[in-house]
């Protein structure tokens, strides 16, 4: 797997903020540390809370697909979307959600390189705007993994 299959430049990034080809491509901000986004974020991203959203708040385990596709629907993500990733903590939990997106079959995610730091540390542009997009009918695939609950030692 090439560098570029995975990660993109934040030049790229932002060139691709206003261009209007590129409105296929979604910025979405996870942090550990959940309140990042509300203090700036990339000008047009859009938040996942890594402790809500990517959690079953009843089993404590992975979201299930079903629970993804609603997630991305409600968050205004198509399945034909390339979706960037970043976040603080040298894109630890923007990885987290990387997975997820693969685990259920999105093709087009990738990781801004440097992540949110970088984004920073160059002087880029940054937003206070809480960003909504209109839903969407996103339907992840139906992947089989074992339960936390079902691994047996």
């Known amino acids: 797997m090439a560098r570029s299959d995975v990660l993109v430049s934040a030049d790229w990034a932002e060139s691709n903020l206003s261009n209007p080809e ?21 000008p047009g991203a859009i938040k996942l809370d890594w402790r809500t959203d990517l959690q079953d708040p009843v089993k404590r385990d992975f979201v299930d697909a079903q629970q993804f596709s609603k997630l991305l629907s409600d968050r205004g993500i198509s399945n034909d979307d390339t979706v960037v990733l970043y976040g603080g903590n040298n894109n630890w939990f923007a990885a987290y959600a990387y997975w ?14 440097g992540g949110r730091k970088k984004w ?10 809480t ?3 209109p839903a969407t009918s996103y339907s992840a695939a139906r992947r089989t993994m074992p339960s936390v609950h079902s691994v047996t030692r």
């Open 120 to 129: 920073e540390l160059d002087g880029r542009p940054l937003s206070t705007d």
């Open 131 to 133: 960003v909504t997009r």
């Open 22 to 42: 590129a409105a296929n491509i979604v910025f979405v901000e996870v942090d550990e540390d959940t309140s990042a986004y509300d203090d700036g974020h990339i």
């Open 100 to 113: 997820y997106f693969k685990l259920y079959g999105h093709e087009k995610v990738k990781l801004l390189d």
